[in-house]
C-alpha cells in the first residue's frame, strides 16, 4: 500500500479541486432544481389538466431513465445538433453548451427536480383537508392557502425524503467524470489511478471524501427536522 501518494502535494490539490467542483455541482444543482420542483409539483397539483400531463410525463422519463444516459444525451446529443452548433458561439444561452460544467449542472439540475417535484406534490396532496377547510373558512383565497397552509407544512413534511435526494445527488455526481474536462472527486481519483497505477488507494481516498461529505450533509438535514418537524414527534408524558 502507498498511502503516501495520496498525501503528496499535487495530488491533495488535485482532490481539492474535485472537492471543490463537486460541492460547486451539487449546491447549483439543487438550488435550481428546487426552484423547478417548486414550480412543477405546484402544476401536478393545480387545476390545469394539460399542463398536469405535461409535467407528468417530464417526471415519468426523469424517474425512468438513468442519469448518465441524460448526462450524455445533453453533453453529447444536443451539442451535435447542427442547430444549437450554428448558434452556440454568439446565442445566448446555446453558447453555454459548449461548457462541461454547464451541461453537467444542467443534467443534474433536471434530474433532481423530476424527483424533488413528485415528492413535495405528494406531500400537497397528503395535507390534511381540515387544515384546507379552516383556512377557507377563514376566507382565504386559493393562492392565500397554497402559500401560507399547504406549502409550509408540505416542505418540511418532504425534508425527510429530499434529504435522501441530496446524499443521492452528492454521490451521483461522482458521474459527472464522464463528461471530458470535468475534474470532480471521482474525476481526481481516476488522473491518480492514471498517473501511479493505484486503484485501490486512489478510489478509496474518494470514496472517504463521499462518505464524509454524506456524514454531514445528513447531520444538517436530522438538525433541520429536529426544528422543523418537532410538532410531528410524539408526546412524552
Known amino acids: ?36 420542483a417548486l414550480i412543477f409539483a405546484l402544476l401536478l397539483t393545480g387545476p390545469w389538466a394539460p399542463l398536469r400531463w405535461i409535467v407528468g410525463a417530464y417526471t415519468y422519463v426523469i424517474r425512468g431513465t438513468p442519469l448518465l444516459i441524460q448526462v450524455y444525451l445533453i453533453y453529447y446529443g444536443l451539442g451535435q445538433l447542427e442547430w444549437i452548433q450554428a448558434r452556440w458561439d454568439d446565442v445566448w444561452p446555446w453558447t453555454h453548451f459548449k461548457e462541461p460544467f454547464f451541461c453537467a449542472l444542467l443534467a443534474f439540475s433536471l434530474n433532481t427536480a423530476g424527483y424533488t417535484a413528485e415528492m413535495l406534490a405528494g406531500a400537497i396532496r397528503e395535507t390534511a383537508a381540515g387544515e384546507i377547510e379552516s383556512a377557507q373558512a377563514y376566507g382565504m383565497s386559493r393562492f392565500q392557502v397554497m402559500r401560507h397552509i399547504v406549502l409550509p407544512s408540505a416542505l418540511r413534511r418532504t425534508l425527510p425524503a429530499y434529504s435522501n435526494e441530496v446524499v443521492m445527488m452528492l454521490q451521483s455526481t461522482s458521474l459527472a467524470s464522464a463528461v471530458p474536462s470535468m475534474l470532480d472527486v471521482t474525476a481526481a481519483a481516476s488522473r491518480v489511478y492514471s498517473d501511479y497505477y493505484l486503484p485501490f488507494e486512489a478510489y478509496l481516498a474518494a470514496a472517504v471524501i463521499y462518505l464524509i461529505a454524506s456524514f454531514c450533509l445528513i447531520g444538517i438535514f436530522r438538525l433541520a427536522e429536529k426544528r422543523f418537524l418537532a410538532y410531528l414527534a410524539p408526546r412524552t408524558h
Open 1 to 36: 500500500m502507498k498511502w503516501h501518494v495520496i498525501f503528496e502535494p499535487q495530488n491533495l490539490e488535485l482532490y481539492a479541486t474535485g472537492i471543490l467542483t463537486t460541492l460547486g455541482l451539487l449546491f447549483s444543482s439543487l438550488g435550481i432544481g428546487a426552484i423547478l
